[in-house]
């Protein structure tokens, strides 16, 4: 089994940075970072393959956002900088072992997930 611990999440005004981090316990295999608004699906933010050589990055973070991860620690990492408000929402980590590079943004297949850390972007 294993267990998403988030972190990182917060308060901040538009055009300021945070980071986000999840660790995971047990084997690696490849993570993600989700978004959900109220009303809203949850959307794919980032993804990173098991050996970090692969990444997903949404169009609407794309030049914003990196997505990294320490392969030692076992640590997914979301830098996010130049927040706008509509970055404001609860972000979630997730992991799978069912994932393929072709599917690294699709939430159905990612089998854990974290409690979610909420992001609160003021203009």
């Known amino acids: 089994q294993i267990q998403l611990e988030e972190s990182g999440g917060g308060s901040v005004q538009a055009g300021g940075s945070l980071r986000l981090a999840c660790r995971a316990s047990?084997?690696?295999?490849?993570m993600g970072w989700f978004r959900q608004t109220p009303g809203k699906e949850r959307e794919a933010v980032a993804a990173?393959?098991?050996?970090?050589?692969?990444?997903y990055l949404a169009d609407f973070v794309k030049g914003r956002f990196t997505i990294s991860r320490d392969k030692v620690d076992n640590i997914m990492y979301l830098q996010m900088d130049a927040l706008k408000p509509d970055d404001t929402a609860i972000y979630y980590c997730?992991?799978?072992?069912?994932?393929?590079?072709?599917?690294?943004?699709?939430?159905?297949?990612?089998?854990?997930w974290g409690q979610g850390t909420q992001v609160t972007v003021s203009s």
């Open positions: 990173i393959s098991t050996g970090g050589h692969y990444t």
């Open positions: 047990g084997t690696r295999m490849y």
């Open positions: 997730a992991a799978s072992q069912r994932v393929y590079t072709s599917t690294m943004s699709a939430a159905s297949q990612y089998d854990f």
